[in-house]
């Protein structure tokens, strides 16, 4: 005989097996594609994304022409992006565009597809290569929607990665001066010069350009490309530094006239 206090606790332990088990939701495997798609898209609103991940993925293979194809690439793409994973969710951002043109997510794709190439974009002292990409993505979109509201948006990642590629090269030109190699470093300014005027290191290439052409002894080059830089920024900000380089270019002069016996 089991004691009656034992078998209340028995009892009351069954009846919370059985309202727990039936309380939990059964999520049964899908049977076609809605089903798919539904449970899919409830696992990737639920952060569940390894099950998204291949529910989506099942899509994709198994019903290539539903009307949840595109739906599918896309979400990958998302999760892609939840994971860090950036340069695979650029792939497949691009992926949808290529299979789904006329997609409602090619346009936003497109966007994202810049977005995932400019978190690849690392510091200005590293290749850049992520960074260019990310330049034409984004310019590539303004091309394809030039009045959509991200558009603007699109500019101004545009600008921001444009200001790192000419701190890219500024810093490689300052780089060369402590290396004692001006040739070099003239070739630097050059290219933020030439590449990267809407930059804030146009300015200051300006007068690194003239200081090195000074200490390359070619003064003519110099004064013409302070006369450059007093023309293009009447109120600069580095008067200061302007008027050392003067000064060293009339010092460098009278050592060049006045030679020591």
Known sequence: MIPSRIFSLLCTFA?????FGCAQKVTLAP??????YEQALDAFNNENLAVAQRYFDAIKLQYPASKYADDAQYYLAEINVKKNENILAAYNYNQLRRTFPNSEYAKISAYKAAMSSMRQSPKFDRDQDYTKQAI?????FQALYPKDSLTLEAGKQIRELRSKLAEHDYRTAELYIKLNAPRASLTYYDLVLNNYPDTEFLEPSFLGRARMLVRLKRFQEAEEALRLYRQRFPQGKLQAEEKDVIDLLKQAQATASNPQP
């Open 31 to 36: 049977r076609n594609v809605d089903e798919y």
């Open 136 to 140: 034409k993505a984004f310019s590539e």
């Open 15 to 19: 009846a919370m097996v059985v309202t």
